[in-house]
């Protein structure tokens, strides 16, 4: 047997890697990039949508603090109240149509069945409902969240504005 000539091993050395393994080096490469952009895609939507939740409960917190200072006769006016009303994600971006999602809100006076009689003249329930759409590519998924509060005649507004 005949060792290997320096030549055959420089000529080793040189050939390059083969067809095959250069396309399966190139799927995994695609399949990681494309694993990173399916990841950085999803973290983004996921952020979207709990901004909108976080903003419409801000919205319904904002009218629940709102109505517990009115006054007993304000509260029962359409005025102060709206039974329909429209919110954005982002208000100042209202006036150049960017302001983001469109939020609208159902509010709900009642009296209260479930407390005694003697309370019936003297308490509300107040509810509001938000409704808000989140468009994630081509889907449309509709959002809703729901606040009840009661309201008392005699409540937190006649220690606020009363007067000495």
């Known amino acids: ?3 290997p000539s320096p ?3 420089a000529r080793r050395k040189q050939r390059g890697y083969t067809l095959v393994e250069v396309m399966v080096t190139v799927f995994i490469v695609m399949v990681v990039a494309l694993s990173l952009f399916a990841g950085f895609t999803s973290g983004f939507s996921v952020v979207k949508v709990t901004r909108e939740d976080l903003r419409a409960t801000q919205i319904l917190v904002q009218w629940m603090e709102t109505a517990r200072l009115y006054t007993w006769t304000q509260i029962q006016s359409n005025a102060y109240i709206p039974p329909v009303f429209t919110d954005v994600y982002d208000p ?3 006036a ?3 302001g983001g999602a469109l939020y609208v809100a159902r509010t709900d006076l009642q009296t209260p069945t479930s407390l005694p009689l003697g309370y ?8 509001i409902t938000l409704y808000w ?3 994630t590519g081509n889907r449309s998924i509709t959002h809703s969240r729901q606040m009840q509060t009661y309201i008392a ?4 507004q006649n220690y606020v504005f009363s007067r000495p």
């Not at 019936?120 to 509810?127: D, G």
């Not at 005649?153 to 937190?156: A, N, V």
């Open 1 to 3: 047997m005949n060792p």
């Open 7 to 9: 030549f055959c091993a």
């Open 92 to 94: 100042l971006g209202a």
């Open 96 to 98: 150049t149509n960017a």
């Open 120 to 127: 019936n003249t003297n308490m509300l329930t107040f509810t």
């Open 133 to 135: 759409t989140n468009t």
């Open 153 to 156: 005649r005699y409540g937190l």
